[in-house]
T-cell receptor
Framework: AQTVTQSQPEMSVQEAETVTLSCTYD???????LFWYKQPPSRQMILVIR??????QNATENRFSVNFQKAAKSFSLKISDSQLGDTAMYFC???????????FGQGTRLTINP | DVKVTQSSRYLVKRTGEKVFLECVQD?????MFWYRQDPGLGLRLIYF???????EKGDIPEGYSVSREKKERFSLILESASTNQTSMYLC?????????????FGQGTRLTVV
């Protein structure tokens, strides 16, 4: 079975700093997808970024980027120039190809301080 | 604007009651999911459905059942609510396709069983 582990329950940084959230996963599959979702206080889950395992290039979406290390089964999220609106729970998620369902990590509560 | 709508944001029920949580999506998605979110445990899959009248158990189906009579609606049923079912419940939907697919979430129902 696939498992996803986020080892940082909480993190806190100052506005404009860069922060990295960690995620590791365990799978014997070779073809899969990885995601980072954000859940602000409104509770609305929002997709931040996604990565196909067969792509070696790390995904980037504006201030958000990932460091995907397939051999190490690591998928960290870097937020540059953090903003107050980045305050949220962040969930790492895994989906193997053809499965359609997501497996989530425990979440990291990120607070951006003014 | 894509939308997944859950019928209630907050719900308080008594132990032993039969509880219905309703979810409707307007994106013509084949797949629908029910997750439970608890602090420190992340999101755990209860049930999912990949077509009308089809359902599959997720990781924690005990104490729950589901119904999908129409493509746009997926209901979660607690046959006899218990206090350990006090939690946040999230509904999601996604399109069934071979490649990477994004899941869209509702705003969650915070259920308290007293």
């Amino acid at each position: 079975a696939q498992t996803v582990t986020q080892s940082q329950p909480e993190m806190s940084v100052q506005e404009a700093e860069t922060v990295t959230l960690s995620c590791t996963y365990d799978t014997s599959e070779n073809n899969y997808y990885l995601f980072w979702y954000k859940q602000p206080p409104s509770r609305q889950m929002i997709l931040v970024i996604r990565q196909e395992a067969y792509k070696q290039q790390n995904a980037t979406e504006n201030r958000f980027s990932v460091n995907f290390q397939k051999a190490a089964k690591s998928f960290s999220l870097k937020i540059s120039d953090s903003q107050l609106g980045d305050t949220a729970m962040y969930f790492c998620a895994f989906m193997f190809q053809g499965a359609q369902k997501l497996v989530f990590g425990q979440g990291t509560r990120l607070t951006i301080n003014p | 604007d894509v939308k997944v709508t859950q019928s209630s944001r907050y719900l308080v029920k008594r132990t032993g009651e039969k509880v219905f949580l309703e979810c409707v999506q307007d994106m013509d998605h084949e797949n629908m999911f029910w997750y439970r979110q608890d602090p420190g445990l992340g999101l755990r899959l209860i049930y999912f459905s990949y077509d009308v009248k089809m359902k599959e158990k997720g990781d924690i189906p005990e104490g729950y059942s589901v119904s999908r009579e129409k493509k746009e609606r997926f209901s979660l049923i607690l046959e006899s609510a218990s206090t350990n079912q006090t939690s946040m419940y999230l509904c999601a939907s996604s399109a069934r396709q071979g490649g990477i697919t994004e899941a869209f979430f509702g705003q969650g129902t915070r259920l308290t069983v007293v």
